[in-house]
T-cell receptor, first 112, second 115 residues
């Protein structure tokens, strides 16, 4: 499985934008990039996914580098409720496309 | 909004005992996953079902763990006998299919403590 690398932790101030990076230098051409987050004492929840183009939804934006070797999850205005562990995952169609291989993620702390 | 249900939410057991966890996926979801999450780490896939068939159980410790989804709906994960190292959160997730674009919906998990 292709691997992802994320910083262990990041801090942000409330109501400021947050950019969470992810490196995936061994990504293949058909791998989708997914982001999930896990709030304290809850199961992970879906945030966003993309293949090549930048994506926006009500929760966040996903910026994908032109060579696809990295991506950035953007939270436009962080709130205290956004404090969570954020996971960047590659879904590989060549093996088990449904499988999500989680790393240890980035723990985001939001300061009031 | 439909949710993945899991029970029990918490389970404390002694080593060498048997434990079982239950998961009810979102209605209509063909794919069901069981993950194990050790404190401070990301979830690790144990087993994946497509309807009632196992698609991937490569990380399931088959000497003590078993999983079934007999009618292709709800599922049970069993550990027998439990060991101290099995203490973890056990998460169930479901998705419409097993495609690389499908969203996985996770339940609240079962926190297992083995004494």
């Amino acid at each position: 499985d292709a691997k992802t690398t994320q910083p262990n932790s990041m801090e942000s101030n409330e109501e400021e934008p947050v950019h969470l990076p992810c490196n995936h230098s061994t990504i293949s051409g058909t791998d989708y990039i997914h982001w999930y987050r896990q709030l304290p004492s809850q199961g992970p929840e879906y945030v966003i996914h993309g293949l090549t183009s930048n994506v926006n939804n009500r929760m966040a934006s996903l910026a994908i580098a032109e060579d696809r070797k990295s991506s950035t999850l953007i939270l436009h205005r962080a709130t205290l409720r956004d404090a969570a562990v954020y996971y960047c995952i590659l879904r590989d169609s060549n093996t088990n496309a449904g499988k999500s291989t989680f790393g240890d993620g980035t723990t985001l702390t939001v300061k009031p | 909004e439909a949710e993945v249900a899991q029970s029990p939410r918490y389970k404390i057991t002694e080593k060498s005992q048997a434990v079982a966890f239950w998961c009810d996926p979102i209605s209509g979801h063909a794919t069901l996953y069981w993950y194990r999450q050790i404190l401070g780490q990301g979830p690790e896939l144990l087993v994946q079902f497509q309807d009632e068939s196992v698609v991937d159980d490569s990380q399931l410790p088959k000497d003590r763990f078993s999983a079934e989804r007999l009618k292709g709906v709800d599922s049970t994960l069993k550990i027998q006998p439990a060991e101290l190292g099995d203490s973890a959160m056990y998460l169930c997730a479901s998705s419409l299919g097993g495609d690389r674009t499908d969203t996985q919906y996770f339940g609240p998990g079962t926190r297992l403590t083995v004494l």
